[in-house]
């Protein structure tokens, strides 16, 4: 099953590529996980890649995927995208709709 705005993405033709790796639970300041092991900072192995959207910047970084998605609680977009030197813009509660508008 999709998240809704990755439903969007292919129904506008977009080919999703994967998924990233995240911390147990989406939580923590390193992006470990039990289940995947460590991502790894691709600038400097000895750092962190940040938090839960730490195997996105990686990614995004190392130019593996042109886009990424994520949701920014605490930091959990920007702090990732300041350790693998990629921008991330942080949306709004009234920004971006989370499922489509309803047809009443």
Same mark, same amino acid.
């Given at each position: *099953?999709?998240? !809704?705005?990755?439903?969007? *993405? ?8 994967? /998924? +990233?790796?995240?911390?147990? @639970?989406?939580? =923590? %300041? /390193? $992006?470990?996980?039990?289940?995947? #092991?460590? $991502?790894?900072?691709? %600038?400097?192995? @000895?750092? +962190?890649? =940040?938090?839960?959207? #730490? =195997? ?5 970084? +190392? =130019? *593996?995927? !042109?886009?990424?998605? #994520?949701?920014?609680?605490? #930091?959990?977009?920007? %702090?990732p995208a300041q350790c693998c030197g990629v921008t991330a813009l942080k949306p709004t509660s009234a920004g971006f709709r989370t499922r489509p508008r309803s047809s009443?």
């Amino acid at each position: *099953m999709d998240a !809704p705005v990755v439903e969007r *993405m292919r129904a506008a033709g977009a080919i999703p590529v994967g /998924h +990233t790796n995240l911390p147990d @639970f989406a939580i =923590g %300041w /390193h $992006t470990d996980s039990e289940l995947r #092991g460590a $991502t790894v900072n691709p %600038w400097d192995r @000895f750092r +962190t890649p =940040g938090a839960s959207s #730490g =195997g996105e910047a990686a990614a995004l970084a +190392t =130019g *593996m995927t !042109p886009l990424g998605f #994520g949701n920014d609680t605490l #930091g959990s977009l920007r %702090w990732p995208a300041q350790c693998c030197g990629v921008t991330a813009l942080k949306p709004t509660s009234a920004g971006f709709r989370t499922r489509p508008r309803s047809s009443r």
